[in-house]
Every structure is written in structure tokens, then in C-alpha cells.
T-cell receptor
């Protein structure tokens, strides 16, 4: 089955720094999604990408759908303490219905 | 707007006891519904998904089962809990199109 490799597994940064994380796959996806999960809560959808090459922003967050359809990255600019959480990428394939393949997550810690 | 509810929020159960977790969705009809388990705050494991009433697909063989008695209700059950069933259980819904999944607040299950 499809697998997503998400990196890095964890990041420890200072407030104000920029963050970059990415996901790669051996298979193509039709949709890439990025979620954030805070402790004790369910993941929240941050950004959805639907076209190869698409670059989408949501406030300080920017994500891109790779040209090959096999990768995506998420950037967070000028991090703040409330950015702490686990960030998951997910890929969706049209032939799999609405099921998602998730990465293992990137644990982000922001030191004030 | 659509909302998704899960209860209970937390649960502590002895080994060998039964389990019933409930998930309901409001504000949409004919959703696809999903049960995930998350261990140690990392990685989402898809347990079951449903595309309609009475239609359940199992992704991982285990001592858990799922049922969908109504269009917007999804139940996760077990007849006898194991220690390894401890974890954070998440319910999610999606529409028919490739717009991602939306998660509930989760249930923290501890089996002692």
C-alpha cells in the first residue's frame, strides 16, 4: 500500500524562527492535506492542495503540492508558541474514495 | 455548518470489560465515517470506515468492531478489552469529494 515519509520527526525551535517540513511518497496523490493536532484534541485541517504545483497560504502557513504529485511541504513563518503541536501530512487518491494515507507526523516545539 | 461529536471524552476500563464509543455528525447527510486509533500521540491508524448505513469496512483485524445504525452515527465496540486497546480514538467524517476528512475531539481510553 501507499506510504508517506514525513520529516523531520521532531523540531525544537525558538520563537520567531521559520519552520519547514515535508512529505514524500513513492505513489502519486490527487490531493495533499496538512493537519495540526494539539495535545488531547483531534487533528484540524490547515491546508488542502488539489493541483500539482499549487502553492497555498493560510496566514503564516504556506504549503505546496509537488509537481510530481509525490511530495508536499509545509512552511510556517515567524513561529509563535501556539504553533506547538503535531503536524500531519495526508494524501488522498481518487481511486481510494475519501480514505487518507497519513504521514507519521512532525512534533513541533517552540521555545519562547 | 457541520459538527462532529464524540463521547465519552475519557474512559478508564478494566481488562475484559466491554466498550462502546459513539460518534455523531450534524449538518451533513450521507457522510463517509471513520474510526482511527492513535497511540502515544503519533501516527493515525485507520480501524474502520463506512460509506453508508450498515456498510463497514475493517482495515485491521482486532477485537474491535464498528456499527453504523443511523446515517450520522458511528459506534466502536468491543466485547472484551485488552491492555493494548488503550489509546486515543478519533472519529472523522468526509463528503464524497476529495476535500479531506474532519475529525472529532477524540476519546482517551485507558485499559487497566
Amino acid at each position: 500500500g501507499q506510504q508517506l515519509n514525513q520529516s523531520p520527526q521532531s523540531m525544537f525551535i525558538q520563537e520567531g524562527e521559520d519552520v519547514s517540513m515535508n512529505c514524500t511518497s513513492s505513489s502519486i496523490f490527487n490531493t495533499w492535506l496538512w493537519y495540526k493536532q494539539e495535545p488531547g484534541e483531534g487533528p484540524v485541517l490547515l491546508i488542502a492542495l488539489y493541483k500539482a504545483g499549487e502553492l497555498t497560504s493560510n496566514g503564516r502557513l504556506t504549503a505546496q503540492f509537488g509537481i510530481t504529485r509525490k511530495d508536499s511541504f509545509l512552511n510556517i513563518s515567524a513561529s509563535i508558541p501556539s504553533d506547538v503541536g503535531i503536524y500531519f501530512c495526508a494524501g488522498q487518491l481518487r481511486t481510494s474514495g475519501s480514505r487518507l494515507t497519513f504521514g507519521e507526523g512532525t512534533q513541533l516545539t517552540v521555545n519562547p | 455548518s457541520q459538527t462532529i461529536h464524540q463521547w465519552p471524552a475519557t474512559l478508564v476500563q478494566p481488562v475484559g470489560s466491554p466498550l462502546s464509543l459513539e460518534c455523531t455528525v450534524e449538518g451533513t447527510s450521507n457522510p463517509n465515517l471513520y474510526w482511527y486509533r492513535q497511540a502515544a500521540g503519533r501516527g493515525l491508524q485507520l480501524l474502520f470506515y463506512s460509506v453508508g448505513i450498515g456498510q463497514i469496512s475493517s482495515e485491521v483485524p482486532q477485537n474491535l468492531s464498528a456499527s453504523r445504525p443511523q446515517d450520522r452515527q458511528f459506534i466502536l465496540s468491543s466485547k472484551k478489552l485488552l491492555l493494548s486497546d488503550s489509546g486515543f480514538y478519533l472519529c472523522a467524517w468526509s463528503g464524497d469529494r476529495l476535500f479531506g476528512q474532519f475529525f472529532g475531539p477524540g476519546t482517551r481510553l485507558t485499559v487497566l
